[in-house]
């Protein structure tokens, strides 16, 4: 059973910057893909963005394209997500998810294990 513990969440202005951290509990870390989602009050969970197991793939939903970045540190058992230019409506639990075929896929269904989730709170 792999554990992710999320954190860097909090409240932030409009404009401003956040990076979320995800650490695996297992080295086997090293051979998902993982990806982040987040689910807004009132809405279904979304996908975020999703990076590959080496880290040389990276796909993102049109709504943080151009402002949000993943990245990992393998040796870390770690993904990270750096939010910039972040709107009142990236508002939302973010839940960072792990996908032990190691594909990079958009559906939430097929992500085995997930975090607890952070929160991110964007005033205007």
């Known amino acids: 059973q792999v554990q992710l513990v999320e954190s860097g969440g909090g409240l932030v202005q409009a404009g401003g910057s956040l990076r979320l951290s995800c650490v695996a509990s297992?080295?086997?870390?090293?051979?998902?893909?993982m990806a982040w989602f987040r689910r807004a009050p009132g809405m279904e969970r979304e996908f975020v963005g999703g990076?590959?197991?080496?880290?040389?793939?990276?796909f993102y939903a049109d709504s943080v394209k151009g402002r949000f970045t993943i990245s990992r540190d393998n040796p870390k058992n770690t993904v990270y997500l750096q939010m910039n230019s972040l709107k009142p409506e990236d508002t939302a639990v973010y839940y960072c998810?792990?996908?032990?075929?190691?594909?990079?896929?958009?559906?939430?269904?097929?992500?085995?294990?997930w975090g607890q989730g952070t929160q991110v709170t964007v005033s205007s």
């Open positions: 998810a792990a996908d032990i075929a190691g594909f990079l896929r958009t559906k939430a269904t097929y992500y085995d294990y």
């Open positions: 990076i590959s197991a080496s880290g040389l793939r990276t």
């Open positions: 297992e080295r086997t870390f090293r051979q998902y893909a």
